[in-house]
């Protein structure tokens, strides 16, 4: 009896055995998002425990915990403390200078014991432009106005003489109407300004479908297939390749997809991100992707994907070739209408983190975070993609609205 006990302990003592931790670290972090003459910082101080050298799991904040901070204004000079027994996992220090670059870190503590360091982080303050309207468009004649690549033309939907709307090529100088087709969802320039990507739904199989429609050949190509939806996305710069979304071969799912210009060459590239809704109109930010943009060698794809699931929520950037991803930054608040600098240097969105939508960049070679715009409240950004244009190195012009309806405003972010 006593061994047969024994033997029906064993599957517990083995379970019991195998959940002991593998490894065990704790992780104190400092970020810094500068202000208008004051630096707001968030701090964290959590484990994380491992079952086997792939598998574990990141644990909450330590309870008990509270910080000491420092700062100062070279990366040489001894910090100094500004504040102590911290209890939350913010604060703000304000009457800085702007355009000073200061640098901080964090002692964590649990009850009395110092606990940990956190890396010394830096960050310029700085006062954020007010964003100034841009009217480079007559609202009369043109609703969801998209810009070629040189600024001379525009393309957006106009009425017909039945009233109906219509796809139309206008040219900025003159307002004269140069090429129609039949309406279609949303649009995009190719890089030399002769075609546009057209996404319309398809009345045979109710799927919305990619066209390429040539503006010299008056012609609109057909570049999807009928059995699923196919979301519009964009040329690469060298004009090779679209990189776009669809359902193909995943009815519920959206995915990333490339092709060749020519409609060819077909490549899935994501798995499954769980975004069933359709890419830019969903305005409660659930689970779709937001904003995408390519690097200007062609070889980058960076997307923002909103999701209930940790791992696919966040600002991503895909090798085009290979389609393999990674995540630059989480996405969890509101983030939308991604652009890349002319340089490759910095990612620009829309992101709520400071309260309410402004302009954020992503710097890749400091991965620093800051503000860039202080947007007037009376004019709205949207909640889905539209894009950003560089009218130069050093300004943006992006799509908002207000009672008028859409405006342009143009930002100076250098």
């Known amino acids: 009896m006593r061994y047969f006990i024994y033997f029906l302990l064993l599957p517990i003592l083995f379970c019991t055995c195998q959940k002991e931790t593998y490894n065990y670290t704790t992780v104190a972090q400092i970020e810094a998002i500068s202000q208008d003459q004051q630096v707001k910082l968030y701090f964290n101080y959590s484990e994380q425990s491992f079952w086997g050298p792939d598998i574990g799991f990141p644990g909450g904040p330590i309870e008990g ?11 040489t000079a001894a910090m100094t403390k500004v504040e ?7 604060f703000t220090i304000e009457n800085l200078k702007n355009d000073q670059t200061y640098y901080f870190k964090i002692d964590a503590y649990v009850g009395r014991n110092y606990a940990k360091t956190s890396e010394i982080i830096h960050t310029q303050v700085r006062a954020y432009p007010n964003p100034s309207l841009f009217d480079i468009n007559d609202q009369s004649i043109i609703i969801s106005p998209r810009y070629s690549p040189d600024f001379k033309l525009l393309v957006g939907q106009t009425y017909n003489d039945s009233g109906l709307y219509v796809v139309t090529v206008i040219d900025r100088a003159t307002k004269s109407k140069l090429y129609q087709t039949i309406s279609a969802h949303t649009y995009s320039w190719s890089p030399d300004g002769k075609k546009i990507l057209l996404e319309r739904y398809n009345n045979g199989s109710g799927n919305r479908q990619i066209y390429t429609w040539d503006l010299e ?13 196919n979301i519009i996305g964009q040329y690469t710069p060298d004009g090779q390749k679209i990189v776009y979304f669809s359902r193909k071969l995943s009815t519920q799912f959206n995915n990333i997809w490339v092709m060749s210009s020519d409609g060819t060459q077909k490549t899935k590239c994501t798995p499954d991100f769980n975004l069933p809704l359709p890419a830019y109109y969903d305005n409660y930010f659930n689970n779709r992707f937001a904003g995408h ?3 200007s060698d062609s070889k980058t794809f960076y997307f923002i994907a909103h999701s209930s699931i940790p791992d696919q929520n966040g600002i991503f950037q895909m090798d085009i070739a290979t389609g393999a991803y990674t995540k630059i930054l989480n996405a969890d608040y509101r983030e939308s209408n991604l652009t890349i600098s002319p340089d490759n240097q910095s990612l620009y969105f829309f992101s709520s983190r400071s309260g309410r939508p402004e302009i954020w960049r992503y710097n890749f070679e400091t991965n620093q975070l800051a503000q860039c715009s202080s947007i007037n409240k009376n004019y709205t950004p949207p909640y889905y993609d539209f894009p950003f244009y560089w009218i130069d190195q050093n300004h943006i012009i992006y799509t908002t609205w207000n009672t008028r309806g859409d405006s342009f405003m143009k930002l100076k972010i250098r």
């Open 217 to 229: 050949k008056g012609s609109a190509k057909h570049l999807t297939d009928n059995a699923s939806d």
């Open 65 to 75: 915990r509270h910080y000491t901070l420092y700062q100062s204004t070279s990366p």
């Open 84 to 90: 102590e027994g911290i209890n939350t996992d913010s």
């Open 293 to 295: 943009c390519i690097s």
